[in-house]
């Protein structure tokens, strides 16, 4: 019994190459290649954790001059941290041009509850990290009130937050 291929022929070569462009295209994407040969600027990584009734950011900026280069703004209801990283410095070795610390401008915003205001926030930079404390986000107001799940054989009781009532 004969099989036979209609319409194409399998060309272990060409699929190779195929796979290949599919791969640089992928690791462009990846690394800023980008379609025209545009790179784009970096996103910091953050950290957004609660500490008691504050709220602390932490962004990981390190190469970046802060007093010159980043700025921190409450703008309606968001605080943005916007800022610039300086060009590294370039190697070239034999016509191939490698760079991974990327540059340019970056911009992070994060929401804000309503009645924050400029004078609740604080940043302070060491060691490549950007820290930026928002005060009083969390009133005792604000913090849940637990509920007693009711049962057949018992009633619920409320906790309103240590008053000692039931």
């Known amino acids: 019994m004969a099989i036979a291929v209609r ?3 399998w060309d272990p070569f060409t699929a190779l190459v195929r796979q290949m462009d599919d791969f640089d295209s992928i690791v462009r994407r990846a690394f800023g290649g980008g379609s025209g040969g545009t790179t784009t600027g970096f996103v910091p990584a953050a950290d957004v954790t609660r500490q008691g009734g504050d709220v602390l950011i932490t962004l990981e900026l390190p190469g970046v001059d802060a007093a010159e280069d980043v700025d921190v703004e409450v703008l309606r209801n968001r605080l ?3 800022g610039h990283r300086a060009e590294q410095t370039k190697a ?3 016509g191939v041009l490698v760079r991974e610390l990327r ?3 970056f911009r992070r915003e ?3 509850p309503e009645g924050v205001s400029a004078d609740q926030i604080d940043a302070e930079y060491d060691r490549g990290l950007l820290r930026v404390r928002v005060r009083d ?6 913090r849940p009130t637990k509920v007693a ?4 054989d018992r009633p ?3 906790d309103t937050g240590g008053s000692g009532q039931e």
């Open 7 to 9: 319409g194409s022929v």
């Open 80 to 82: 943005v941290i916007s």
């Open 92 to 94: 070239e070795q034999d």
């Open 103 to 105: 540059s340019g401008a």
């Open 110 to 112: 994060f929401a804000l």
């Open 137 to 142: 986000v969390v009133r005792p107001a604000d």
């Open 149 to 152: 799940v009711r049962t057949a």
């Open 156 to 158: 619920a009781i409320v």
